[in-house]
């Protein structure tokens, strides 16, 4: 079984910044495309960012040119880092493994984590 274990999350003021990580166990890491999804409450979760095992990346477009995933494969890790908070950035984060090539698509993940709360006060 794949773990994935995310932390990092909290209460930060709008136009803060907050970084969440993601630890995964198991020893095929670097072959995942990683992705970072969000639910906040009464609406579906959605795709927020995503970083391929060759490092390419995408992400959704309310939070282009504000957070940045990244990953170090040695220390089975990936990271979003997430600047000019804004209330509507409130939401459980979720990591996720896939080893398929649609990363937006949350159904093409295996593995997920159990979720972190970020929270942004106005």
């Known amino acids: 079984q794949v773990q994935l274990v995310e932390s990092g999350g909290g209460l930060v003021r709008a136009g803060g910044s907050l970084g969440l990580s993601c630890v995964v166990s198991g020893r095929t890491f670097s072959m995942y495309a990683m992705g970072w999804f969000r639910q906040a409450p009464g609406k579906e979760r959605e795709f927020v960012a995503a970083?391929?095992?060759?490092?390419?990346?995408a992400y959704a477009n309310s939070v282009k040119g504000r957070f940045t995933i990244s990953r170090d494969n040695a220390k089975n890790t990936v990271y979003l880092q997430m600047n000019s908070l804004k209330p509507e950035d409130t939401a459980v984060y979720y990591c996720?493994?896939?080893?398929?090539?649609?990363?937006?698509?949350?159904?093409?993940?295996?593995?997920w984590g159990q979720g972190t709360q970020v929270t942004v006060s106005s």
């Open positions: 970083i391929r095992s060759g490092h390419s990346t």
């Open positions: 996720a493994a896939t080893l398929g090539t649609v990363v937006a698509a949350e159904g093409r993940y295996a593995y």
